[in-house]
T-cell receptor, first 114, second 114 residues
């Protein structure tokens, strides 16, 4: 069964460093998303991406964040200058279409900022 | 704006007992509703979804949920709990549109005891 994959599974970085989280969505999917989950809190939407551009972003997704689909398979989330409060589990998701279509989630990348 | 409220951050049931996890939503348009399950150290897996067809929705692993517009609820039930059901359960709402985001509740941790 096709699945969303994410690398790395765990990343430790120092405050102020740049990190890139990588995702490979399901191949025929057209809509891509990033969510994050701070330990003990709910899953929060960061950004959605369709047709090579951002469709919607949350207030969390400020100028420190960017997304890119550099080729036909990868979808990346970049944090330019990490803060302690960026420590969280980051989930990538993809869906075949929008609306009531299921979003398939990857296993997540745990980001720890020290 | 869409939102989800899950009553009860922790629910404990005996094996074989009824499982009832509560979810109430708020949406300015007819919503799409989802239940996801998260096992330890894993991503989110879809249990079931409501997309304006039948109000009683059946999902995987014997779970079902009923959409009640008058109560703005989408409670998750399972007639007989199994030890393997122990996990975190998230209710989510989407309002549709292009690359529609999911808004999650705070989650309910289900514990199943012998």
């Amino acid at each position: 069964e096709p699945e969303v994959t994410q690398t790395p599974s765990h990343q430790v970085t120092q405050m102020g460093q740049e990190v890139i989280l990588r995702c490979v969505p399901i191949s025929n999917h057209l809509y891509f998303y990033w969510y994050r989950q701070i330990l003990g809190q709910k899953v929060e939407f960061l950004v959605s991406f369709y047709n090579n551009e951002i469709s919607e972003k949350s207030e969390i997704f400020d100028d420190q964040f960017s997304v890119e689909r550099p080729d036909g398979s990868n979808f990346t989330l970049k944090i330019r200058s990490t803060k302690l409060e960026d420590s969280a589990m980051y989930f990538c998701a993809s869906s075949e279409s929008s609306g009531g279509y299921e979003q398939y989630f990857g296993p997540g990348t745990r980001l720890t900022v020290t | 704006a869409q939102s989800v409220t899950q009553l009860g951050s922790h629910v404990s049931v005996s094996e074989g007992a009824l499982v009832l996890l509560r979810c109430n939503y708020s949406s300015s348009v007819p919503p799409y509703l989802f239940w996801y399950v998260q096992y330890p150290n894993q991503g989110l897996q879809l249990l079931l979804k409501y997309t304006s067809a039948a109000t009683l929705v059946k999902g995987i692993n014997g779970f079902e949920a009923e959409f009640k517009k008058s109560e703005t609820s989408f409670h998750l039930t399972k007639p007989s709990a199994h030890m393997s059901d122990a996990a975190e359960y998230f209710c989510a709402v989407s309002e549709g549109g292009t690359a529609s985001k999911l808004t999650f509740g705070t989650g309910t941790r289900l514990q199943v005891t012998l």
